[in-house]
């Protein structure tokens, strides 16, 4: 069996979870996935589809050529996954997946605010969270982390 590329496993993953009827978005830094890929993927499912979704997530890696080679539960609803390409272990992807935001146990944000108004991203074929949405996140994180506003600027 061939491995799919960096940028056909995204696409093809992201598709699988739609067909499992998980529903999804990327939180944010989406605007040249799959094709650019730069640090880690964070994405939202329901609270009701975090464990199945790692479930499928290490299906998908074994079905498709890949390894989940990590697994890391950093917060209550979170997960950090690392898959790498069987042919080619210098590819790799790593899926940050979340419900609830939540930051050294406290709840920030709701998976449900997160995910509702979620759409296509344009020219893609994954979906992303409205605008509200997406600056609710961004702005909860920056607070969470301390990171001053001009870091989520964009």
Known sequence: MNSLNKADFFSSYFHALSEEHIEYVILHSYDKYPQEIHSDVDY??????????????????RKN????????QHEVTAFFCV???????EDYIQ??????YIRRGKLMIKD???????????????????HKAELAYMLWKAAAKNKPLESIRE
Do not use: Y
Not at 44 to 61: G, M, P, R, S, Y
Not at 65 to 72: D, K, S, T
């Open 112 to 130: 449900q605010v997160l995910l509702t108004g979620r759409h296509k991203f344009p020219g893609g074929e994954f979906f992303v969270p409205d």
């Open 44 to 61: 939202c499912v329901k609270d009701e589809n975090l464990k199945k979704t790692i479930a499928h997530l290490f299906d998908f890696c």
């Open 83 to 89: 898959c790498v390409c069987c042919d080619n272990p």
């Open 65 to 72: 050529g890949w390894r989940m080679i990590q697994v890391l």
């Open 95 to 100: 899926l940050d997946v979340c419900s609830h």
